[in-house]
């Protein structure tokens, strides 16, 4: 929105010429994010306590966590209505990747939040049931990769690219569209079951963001993107400026979601924002990237899986509890120490990601 005013300009001042500039926009829009979670998050804690959205402990972990039944949810309203907010002041709206994000960031919004508002306000404090979250999920992962798939203006957009080899890319054609649901839908839940212990999803978001958001930034650069042998597919780098206002709005909330946490993200957070990771890998062509980047969330998700697979089969669990972070709380590992491993964990496999886009 900014850009569009500037350019309304005829004359602009050397100061004003600066907005206009990417580079500029993401570090205003990450500010902005964190100024609104850091400046309203007090006063939002206090709104969601008066409305009584807080946490029910409903068995599904450790009982230690019974201590943390009361704690303010939905926190997610204001990560997400931040980044909108931001990615609106600060980017350019005639973008298409720009919009869509946005659209898949309060698409999955809405599904979070009506799971949490049954979790708050229903007799059971189930939500939403698994079969009828992944159908919405499904539904809205569908209609950005249809998107995506129909306003593709290149071969480049839609192939596959395998890491290693400099000139091996797969064309997927209309198989592009349920790879992109799978990974979208994948992405949204993987976040969502690691989202269980304070502070323990937000920054691997965070670090995740901000790797994907530099990819961005050199497929949209056709220096960077020959240099480092992948597609040059313009215009990817405005989706830096939202993933500066996720970073921002992540770092804000992690103000408040350190640990002992005053207020959850609740599943309008994490399900949104494990999605939305998802739609920058897919549009920058890098999902196998994105795989080694969320180690943490697959190895999350696969313990769960890997749990209730074997319970069914062979009536004997893996783990004391699914997911992995409550094996560990069971196994004796504090709460603080799981954090802190979990988050260097994703700090190195992120690392381990990036280095892929140099050997090829």
Partial sequence: MVEYILNLISEKSGALNVLTYLSSRTISSTLTGLLIVLLFGDKFIQIIKKF???????????????????????????IIGSVVLSGLIWGDLSNKYLLLGLACLVGFAIIGFIDDYKKIFSLDST????????????????VVSVILFASSTSPQELEYIVPFFKNISIELGVGFVFLSVFILVGSSNAVNLTDGLDGLAILPVIIITAALGIIAWAAGNVIAAEYLYIPYLATTGELLVLCGALIGAGIG??????????????????LSMGAFIAFVAI?????????????VFIMEALSVILQVGSFKIRKKRVFKMAPIHHHFELSGWKEPKIIVRFWIITFIFVLIGLSLLKIR
């Fill in 52 to 78: 009584q959205f807080n946490q029910n402990f409903d068995g599904r972990a450790p009982e230690s966590h019974k201590k943390k039944d009361g704690t303010p949810t939905m926190g997610g309203i204001l």
């Fill in 127 to 142: 939500g939403l049931s698994s079969t009828t979250k992944i159908f919405y999920q499904a539904m809205v992962a569908l």
């Fill in 253 to 270: 909330f992690l103000w408040f979601n350190a640990y002992p946490a005053q207020i959850f993200m609740g599943d309008i957070g994490s």
């Fill in 283 to 295: 549009v920058v062509r890098h999902e196998i990237v994105f795989a080694v980047m969320s180690a």
